[in-house]
Nanobody, 129 residues
Framework: VQLQASGGGLVQSGGSLRLSCAASGFRFDDYTIGWFRRAPGKEREGVSC????????WYSDSVKGRFTIYSDNVKNTVYMQMNGLKPEDSAIYYC???????????????????????WGQGTQVTVSS
């Protein structure tokens, strides 16, 4: 399993970015793919995810209404469009995937077993005020 994240950068408050997670080595339909983030001095938190089979989505309350996650199953790529960015969205964003058996619960849980999933490298998002 390989996950390649890209799309981070520096943007002003209120701006937009689109993150991409290119996946390989597994059957997309059988996995939930999404994003975590970790800001300096804070715990890692789940941000959003999408079920690769039925395309159901989950968002954390902090990004709901501003971020949109979607997948291109032909390209095996998941995108997260981030609009209305705020300085508190600044963090390293990590792409991750887990079997649909665990699904969005794994992304939303504060007590997840990291070893159940696969992780990509991070991409830095910085939002200036």
């Amino acid at each position: 399993v390989q996950l390649q994240a890209s799309g981070g950068g520096l943007v002003q408050s209120g701006g937009s970015l689109r993150l991409s997670c290119a996946a390989s080595g597994f059957r997309f339909d059988d996995y939930t793919i999404g994003w975590f983030r970790r800001a300096p001095g804070k715990e890692r938190e789940g941000v959003s995810c999408i079920n690769g089979g039925d395309f159901t989505t989950w968002y954390s309350d902090s990004v709901k209404g501003r971020f949109t996650i979607y997948s291109d199953n032909v390209k095996n790529t998941v995108y997260m469009q981030m609009n209305g960015l705020k300085p508190e969205d600044s963090a390293i964003y990590y792409c991750a995937t887990v079997s649909v058996t665990f699904g969005s619960d794994w992304f939303s849980s504060s007590d997840r077993n990291d070893n159940l999933g696969y992780w990509g490298q991070g991409t830095q998002v910085t939002v200036s005020s």
